[in-house]
Nanobody
Framework: QAHLVESGGGLVQAGSSLRLACVLS????????MGWVRQAPGKEREFVAA????????YYGDGMKSRFNISRDNVKSTVYLQMSSLKPEDTAVYYC?????????????????WGQGAQVTVSS
Protein backbone atom coordinates (compact mmCIF):
# COMPACT_ATOMS: atom_id res chain seq x y z
CA GLN A 1 0.00 0.00 0.00
CA ALA A 2 1.26 3.44 -0.91
CA HIS A 3 2.15 5.60 2.05
CA LEU A 4 2.90 9.32 1.78
CA VAL A 5 4.46 11.33 4.57
CA GLU A 6 4.88 15.09 4.34
CA SER A 7 7.29 17.23 6.31
CA GLY A 8 8.44 20.83 6.39
CA GLY A 9 5.27 22.71 7.22
CA GLY A 10 5.14 25.42 9.84
CA LEU A 11 4.46 29.03 10.73
CA VAL A 12 6.32 31.67 8.74
CA GLN A 13 6.07 35.38 8.07
CA ALA A 14 4.86 36.83 4.81
CA GLY A 15 7.68 37.03 2.28
CA SER A 16 9.44 33.98 3.67
CA SER A 17 10.31 30.74 1.93
CA LEU A 18 9.48 27.20 2.93
CA ARG A 19 10.19 23.79 1.49
CA LEU A 20 7.87 20.85 1.85
CA ALA A 21 9.03 17.29 1.33
CA CYS A 22 7.08 14.08 0.85
CA VAL A 23 8.34 10.53 0.90
CA LEU A 24 6.48 7.73 -0.85
CA SER A 25 6.89 4.21 0.49
CA UNK A 26 5.32 0.92 -0.44
CA UNK A 27 5.43 1.61 -4.16
CA UNK A 28 7.95 2.18 -6.92
CA UNK A 29 8.34 5.93 -6.69
CA UNK A 30 9.70 6.39 -10.19
CA UNK A 31 6.43 5.11 -11.69
CA UNK A 32 4.27 7.76 -10.05
CA UNK A 33 3.16 11.23 -10.93
CA MET A 34 3.65 13.24 -7.74
CA GLY A 35 1.90 16.43 -6.78
CA TRP A 36 0.69 18.86 -4.18
CA VAL A 37 -2.85 19.94 -3.42
CA ARG A 38 -3.80 22.47 -0.76
CA GLN A 39 -6.93 23.26 1.16
CA ALA A 40 -7.52 26.47 3.01
CA PRO A 41 -10.15 26.74 5.76
CA GLY A 42 -13.62 26.90 4.27
CA LYS A 43 -12.37 26.46 0.71
CA GLU A 44 -12.24 23.63 -1.78
CA ARG A 45 -9.10 21.69 -2.46
CA GLU A 46 -6.84 23.47 -4.92
CA PHE A 47 -4.27 21.99 -7.26
CA VAL A 48 -0.81 23.43 -6.60
CA ALA A 49 1.68 21.50 -8.71
CA ALA A 50 2.54 18.11 -10.16
CA UNK A 51 5.58 16.51 -11.73
CA UNK A 52 5.84 13.61 -14.14
CA UNK A 53 7.39 10.33 -13.06
CA UNK A 54 10.70 11.13 -14.76
CA UNK A 55 10.75 14.67 -13.48
CA UNK A 56 10.96 16.02 -17.01
CA UNK A 57 7.67 17.92 -16.92
CA UNK A 58 5.94 19.90 -14.22
CA TYR A 59 2.50 21.44 -14.00
CA TYR A 60 1.28 24.31 -11.88
CA GLY A 61 -2.03 25.68 -10.74
CA ASP A 62 -3.10 29.18 -11.69
CA GLY A 63 -0.67 31.74 -10.32
CA MET A 64 1.57 29.14 -8.70
CA LYS A 65 4.48 28.94 -11.09
CA SER A 66 5.94 32.32 -10.25
CA ARG A 67 6.51 31.47 -6.58
CA PHE A 68 6.39 27.67 -6.28
CA ASN A 69 8.70 25.03 -7.67
CA ILE A 70 8.14 21.28 -7.63
CA SER A 71 10.97 18.81 -7.96
CA ARG A 72 11.66 15.17 -7.21
CA ASP A 73 14.50 12.84 -6.32
CA ASN A 74 13.76 9.36 -7.59
CA VAL A 75 16.67 7.90 -5.64
CA LYS A 76 15.29 9.22 -2.36
CA SER A 77 11.64 8.60 -3.32
CA THR A 78 10.94 12.19 -2.37
CA VAL A 79 9.07 15.06 -3.95
CA TYR A 80 9.61 18.66 -2.89
CA LEU A 81 7.66 21.86 -3.07
CA GLN A 82 9.79 24.97 -2.74
CA MET A 83 7.63 27.97 -1.88
CA SER A 84 8.91 31.52 -1.91
CA SER A 85 7.50 34.99 -1.27
CA LEU A 86 4.76 33.40 0.79
CA LYS A 87 1.55 35.31 1.38
CA PRO A 88 -1.12 34.97 4.07
CA GLU A 89 -3.45 33.57 1.41
CA ASP A 90 -1.07 30.63 1.00
CA THR A 91 -2.13 29.46 4.44
CA ALA A 92 -3.55 25.97 4.03
CA VAL A 93 -3.02 22.30 4.63
CA TYR A 94 -0.76 21.02 1.88
CA TYR A 95 -1.32 17.44 0.79
CA CYS A 96 1.16 15.31 -1.08
CA UNK A 97 -0.60 13.26 -3.75
CA UNK A 98 0.36 10.50 -6.14
CA UNK A 99 -0.99 8.51 -9.06
CA UNK A 100 0.33 6.26 -11.80
CA UNK A 101 -1.82 7.68 -14.58
CA UNK A 102 -0.06 10.37 -16.60
CA UNK A 103 -2.71 12.86 -17.50
CA UNK A 104 -5.45 15.07 -16.08
CA UNK A 105 -2.88 16.56 -13.75
CA UNK A 106 -4.91 19.54 -12.59
CA UNK A 107 -7.81 17.74 -10.97
CA UNK A 108 -7.20 16.76 -7.33
CA UNK A 109 -9.79 13.99 -7.51
CA UNK A 110 -7.72 12.05 -10.02
CA UNK A 111 -4.97 11.35 -7.49
CA UNK A 112 -5.23 7.95 -5.85
CA UNK A 113 -2.95 8.40 -2.88
CA TRP A 114 -2.87 11.20 -0.34
CA GLY A 115 -0.66 12.07 2.59
CA GLN A 116 -1.96 13.25 5.94
CA GLY A 117 -1.24 16.88 5.13
CA ALA A 118 1.21 19.50 6.34
CA GLN A 119 -0.03 22.76 7.82
CA VAL A 120 1.49 25.91 6.37
CA THR A 121 0.57 29.15 8.11
CA VAL A 122 1.76 32.50 6.79
CA SER A 123 1.41 35.47 9.11
CA SER A 124 1.13 39.03 7.87
Amino acid sequence: QAHLVESGGGLVQAGSSLRLACVLSGRTFSRYVMGWVRQAPGKEREFVAAISSSGATSYYGDGMKSRFNISRDNVKSTVYLQMSSLKPEDTAVYYCVAKEYHGDYYRPRTYDHWGQGAQVTVSS
